[in-house]
């Protein structure tokens, strides 16, 4: 039923959402979930560098 989704689907569904949200709550919740993404990012990058740390720790010992 759904096995592809070309450009005019698309503009279909975008106009539909723009219509829905609006464009002002749109970019909020855009900008929302870019920040979220950031946050996430972020969140693995702190994990791996003190998977780092604990490896360098433990070398030294």
Same mark, same amino acid.
């Not at 005019?8 to 503009?11: G, I, V």
């Given at each position: 039923m759904f096995t592809k989704l070309g450009v =005019?689907?698309? !503009?279909i569904i975008l106009v539909?959402?723009?219509l829905l949200f609006? =464009?002002?709550r !749109?970019?909020?919740?855009?900008?929302e979930l870019g920040?979220?993404?950031r946050n996430f990012r972020d969140g693995?990058?702190?994990i791996k560098e003190d998977?780092?740390?604990n490896e360098d720790?433990?070398?030294k010992e």
């Open positions: =005019p689907e698309l !503009l539909i959402v723009v609006g =464009p002002g !749109l970019g909020k919740i855009a900008g920040t979220g993404i693995l990058n702190e998977d780092e740390q720790e433990e070398k």
